[in-house]
């Protein structure tokens, strides 16, 4: 069965730490790989995606994933957290079928 | 600019009741995409649509259908509404080929009574 998998319900991080969101995924293939984020009674919106080449990719916000083929994980990254980057997290796998598979979300709270 | 709006934001109904949630969008995408948001699944898929007259289930489609008779719009009727699928229903768009970047609207909250 295809699946994605965020092992953490919640991240606490302090401000100006760096921070690490967990994802690992079970999608044949060569899948695409993103990571959104969703702020209270809003829609998700996209953050990043790995589609080929460099394993570090760079997004919004100064976020980052890195993506290990052999791990099948795809962790968002932070250097250095702000009280604004509060949200829930949802990493995402879209398979050869055009098909996505959504993690279950990670609330992220970064404390002042 | 174009956009992905959906409406209601807010209902309750009560069980039984036919509801249908809207879903417009202008970015010309082709395929679109109905999810649920439930504390503890993330995000499901209910039914999705890769053109006009395509509609195909998701992982969680009984109890829902769509319809797709143009570009733009992609309804949500739950025939018989249930107190289990009292949830945060979003819809999503995305292009035909690639990595394809989901645009999610706001999102609709539906209680069943």
């Known amino acids: 069965a295809q699946s994605v998998a965020q092992p953490e319900d919640q991240v606490n991080v302090a401000e100006g730490n760096p921070l690490t969101v967990k994802c690992t995924y079970s999608?044949?293939?060569?899948?695409?790989l993103f990571w959104y984020v969703q702020y209270p009674n809003r829609g998700l919106q996209f953050l990043l995606k790995?589609?080929?080449?460099?394993?570090l990719v760079k997004g919004s916000y100064g976020f980052e994933a890195e993506f290990n083929k052999s791990q099948t994980s795809f962790h968002l990254k932070k250097p250095s957290a702000l009280v604004s980057d509060s949200a829930l997290y949802f990493c995402?796998?879209?398979?050869?079928?055009?098909?996505?598979?959504f993690g279950s979300g990670t609330k992220l709270n970064v404390k002042p | 600019d174009a956009e992905i709006t959906q409406s209601p934001r807010h209902k309750i109904t009560e069980t039984g009741r036919q509801v249908t949630l809207a879903c417009h969008q202008t970015?010309?995408?082709?395929?679109m995409f109905w999810y649920r948001q439930d504390l503890g699944h993330g995000l499901r898929l209910i039914h999705y649509?890769?053109?006009?007259?395509?509609?195909n289930k998701g992982e969680v489609s009984d109890g829902y259908s769509v319809s797709r008779s143009n570009t733009e719009d992609l309804p949500l009727t739950l025939e018989s509404a249930a107190s289990s699928q009292t949830s945060v229903y979003f819809c999503?768009?995305?292009?035909?080929?690639?990595?394809?970047?989901?645009?999610f609207g706001a999102g609709s909250r539906l209680t069943v009574l």
């Open positions: 999503a768009s995305s292009r035909d080929s690639g990595a394809n970047v989901l645009t």
């Open positions: 999608v044949s293939g060569n899948p695409y």
């Open positions: 790995y589609i080929t080449g460099d394993n």
């Open positions: 995402a796998v879209q398979n050869n079928f055009n098909k996505f598979y």
């Open positions: 970015w010309n995408h082709n395929n």
């Open positions: 649509s890769y053109g006009v007259h395509d509609t």
